[in-house]
Nanobody, 119 residues
């Protein structure tokens, strides 16, 4: 069984920074992709950033240059460093991880952590 545990959310003023962490536990040798989605009230969930096991990254345009995703493969942990935060970044941020094993393709989610940016 795989579990993802997030930490690092909170309340910050516009222009400030937060760092989210997501630690994956379980008997998975290697996760393919890890990343972060966010969902703001009344809006669709969107992929914020992702990173492959090889280190390739992908960002939604609205966070490019402000957010940085990184990954510690040895500890199955993914991080999201968020700088120059804006009120429109306010959302519940959820991490995910996917993997392959003989049973097929799997994806798991974290419980979500609230990020609130005040103006």
């Amino acid at each position: 069984q795989v579990q993802l545990v997030e930490s690092g959310g909170g309340l910050v003023q516009a222009g400030g920074s937060l760092r989210l962490s997501c630690a994956a536990s379980g008997t998975i040798f290697s996760f393919k992709t890890m990343g972060w989605y966010r969902q703001a009230p009344g809006k669709q969930r969107e992929l914020v950033a992702s990173i492959t096991s090889g280190g390739s990254t992908n960002y939604v345009d609205s966070v490019k240059g402000r957010f940085t995703i990184s990954r510690d493969n040895a500890n199955n942990t993914v991080y999201l460093q968020m700088n120059s935060l804006k009120p429109e970044d306010t959302a519940v941020y959820s991490c995910y991880a996917d993997w392959l094993d003989p049973g097929g393709y799997f994806l798991e989610w974290g419980q979500g952590t609230q990020v609130t940016v005040s103006s």
